[in-house]
């Protein structure tokens, strides 16, 4: 007696049919990737940046260049630049060192830099991922920076300094250096533009004075001439 034999193909779900076309489309095997959860950076003032170090342990990461640094830190800090002094000597970065040590250099005595490409990995080197971290720069903008860059690579408990160490008031953290930490952004020519702008302001309110006071006495001098002496 014969026995018929029917065979039953079942045909795989739409969503695995699909997935198994992806994989073969691309040369490998779908993986369900688990998203990686990014924390936002926190923007705080100097009060607010006081209080995170001394009531929740808040590390300082000052990421400014080595000359600001030298000038005044925050004695508790870690010093990490996010710049480094560019010393290359390809014809294109001598040019634009020459001009910028002329100029930019002269006025405001800040090195020529670049950016620190081991910048995140000496911070990973120091601080793991969950440690909380005051980013601190001098005017606040590359603490921003390095900030974002940190926050990308999986630490999630940064915070930012607003407006930089140039918004701190005297005496809010102990410092070493030779300034006041607010001033360590001033060097070159700038340091003493002040002090020439006093002088020459005094010289104008003397010479008011003069031509208001005594008006014959200003008018004769400057009615003098040294060729007549001669």
Known sequence: MAVLAFSVTLSPP????LTQRLGTFSGKSCSRKTPMIRAEVK????????????????????????TQFDRAHIKSCRHIPLFIENNDNDFGTIVKRTVHNNFVGTLFGLPFTKL????????KS?????????????EGLRSAVAAS????EGFQNISCLTSGLTSIKPGTFE?????ELQNAGKAGLVTIQGKI?????TVLICAFLLITLFPDQAE?????NPQDNS
């Open 149 to 152: 860059q940190l926050e990308s």
């Open 220 to 224: 004769k001098i400057l009615q003098m």
């Open 14 to 17: 739409r969503a695995s049919l």
């Open 116 to 123: 620190n490409p081991d910048f995140v990995q000496a911070v």
């Open 43 to 66: 923007y705080v003032n100097g009060e607010e940046a006081k209080r995170l170090v001394d009531e929740e342990g808040y590390s300082i990461l000052d990421i400014r260049d080595r």
């Open 197 to 201: 702008s006093v002088v020459l302001g």
């Open 126 to 138: 120091q601080f793991p991922s969950d440690s909380k971290l005051l980013v601190v720069c001098q």
């Open 175 to 179: 410092s070493a250096g030779t300034v």
